[in-house]
């Protein structure tokens, strides 16, 4: 198999080493539909098919994922036969002799108005070029990867799992054993028993070890370090777990990047309070008055604040949906949620309430006829009277939404709640008392 694809698993899909979720999920789609059994009856595709599961079940797991690329990343030794000649395990980035290579794995998410991506960064890395990827893969991560519904998970995943580079003691103490034996045969003793002693300790670090073959790994490298009789040998330093630079630094990295995006909401609070205390000054009230109703406000209205509703309707003045309505499908941006109200044309009386968590889609039953739709849109819920408190957006869409039947069809409407290029649905604002 090519190197970094033991098992073939990116060649079953189609893939490069390296792809990123959203490719391997596509991947998967069009290679199993093409594989699946039932639409090949003129041909066995069954082990195919199988195989295309297996593959997508490990890379589309970050865990099974990572560990998979780990071992693609070993080098083909066997570490009891040390006649034959080593060759050096060199960093993937700038190519050194690493005395301590380590096999890292950095996840960048970034999130868009449509979705999230998300791929991994990895290698065999050594100390200098582990910051040169992991400090830039983990700032950009958390400044952009949590804007989306997918993206905020992904986020929380990678700036965990970025902290330490991954858990991958199994695979690096396979590749210290390797380079143990490749220094021990350059004749530099000193740093063959240094990366034999790192070996062991990152073989022990490994919880309910029961592999024999790293059991038989440690017994060897310990065998050698008596062997050469030598004890008081100088070790490594430590650049592995919370003691290492990269965990130090990315640490760092996400607690100014929390400070300062703290400070900046902190500063739009109180930019928010000089606002409303000028408000209420131009309304007559005296400065000090108008501080102290600006910070009641404010906590009155923090008081008020309800978990959001679920997406769906929320009331409708005729009741339970029937199955001989047309459908209403609206589909809503990430950035916020919305609460949409259908008022009838005919009599102006407000015929259905819908809620839509930003970021999802849903699909509702509408009763016959022509409506006006209003639509309140904000980030926190306040209960059906304040809504999405002071800064809550309303609006109009121009034009009527109908609703009918016609022949033996059911006509409804579709609507996108984002930016759209050539878009067709235009919208007013709206007085909050007019909502």
Known sequence: MPENDPKGYYAALGLEYGASSSQIKSAFREIAKELHPDLNKDRDTTADFQFVNEAYSVLSDDNLRAHYDALGALPESDVQNTNKLFEPIVCSKCGCVSAQPRYKVYYLVFSYIYGSYKKPFNGIYCNKCELKVSIPVSLATILFGWWGIYGFFWTLHAVASNLFGGWNDEVNARLQAHQAIYFDQQGKKDLAMAAAAKAIELIEKIKNNKDED???LKVILENYINNFGVKNFKKFEVIDGYKGRSFRYTLIMYVACVAIISAISYKINLDDRERETVRLQQAGIAKADAER??????????????PLPHSGVQSSLLGKPKGDWPSFKIENAPESNVLI???NVKNGVETMKI???????????????????????????YGDKVRFGPKTNYALFDGTFTFRVKGDQLEGHFIKLQPIVHGNLTRQSLEAKDF
């Not at 109703?293 to 309800?306: D, G, P, S, T, V």
């Open 214 to 216: 790293l059991i038989h």
């Open 293 to 306: 109703i600006a910070a009641a406000e404010q906590a009155e209205l923090k008081k008020l604040e309800q």
């Open 341 to 343: 109200k259908l008022t």
């Open 355 to 381: 809620f839509v968590r930003g970021g999802e889609t849903i699909e509702v039953k509408v009763p016959i006829g022509e409506y006006k739709v209003k639509l309140a849109s904000g980030e926190n819920w």
